[in-house]
């Protein structure tokens, strides 16, 4: 399969662009930052979900804000079996405050990031994976401070903005 940016033409990374960082933003703005018509920024938009490059949206939740500050990434060896891959990550998955696991390649099987209120929150959800038996042993960074955490994708390409001085819109925005 291609890579998917390839098929991105310039008002493709634009539109993507502009809802990254708003995905509320009105049709009708986007058009007119554009300065194309609504019903092409309604039917490439269409498109980009259609085609699974848009998969959703979301509000960015503050989670320290609701108290799950305590932050950690998890090494995990696990124990070989058939389809172990399927099987560990079903049993992961049903922890609460696991928010991302990922299979991997070299010492570990898995990487994954936890969320809990404190360390001993933390070490029960620790206890509650080396429960499945499905795991050999685990290797645990808290995350002292998040210094950067970015989901978005953006694209190098001028956006326009109309009536204004400036010419582009910068990620800082």
């Known amino acids: 399969m291609a890579p998917r940016r390839s098929l991105l033409d310039d008002t493709d990374k634009k539109i993507l662009n502009i809802l990254q960082k708003d995905c509320n933003i009105p049709l009708d703005k986007i058009a007119k930052m554009l300065d194309i018509s609504k019903s092409t920024v309604h039917y490439r938009i269409k498109r980009l979900e259609s085609e699974h490059i848009i998969d959703g949206y979301h509000a960015k939740v503050n989670f320290s804000r609701l108290g799950d500050d305590f932050q950690a ?62 795991i050999e042993r685990t290797n645990t960074t808290v995350i002292a401070r998040i210094l950067k955490e970015e989901e978005r994708l953006f694209f190098e390409t001028e956006i326009p903005i109309p009536n204004s001085k400036s010419t582009l819109i910068s990620d800082d925005e």
């Open 73 to 134: 990434i998890i090494h995990i060896r696990a124990k070989y079996s058939k389809n172990y891959v399927e099987k560990v990550g079903k049993e992961l998955s049903k922890i609460q405050g696991v928010w991302a696991i990922y299979n991997v390649l070299g010492d570990n099987d898995f990487i994954i990031m936890v969320r809990a209120v404190n360390r001993e929150e933390l070490m029960n959800k620790l206890e509650e994976m080396r429960s499945t038996n499905l």
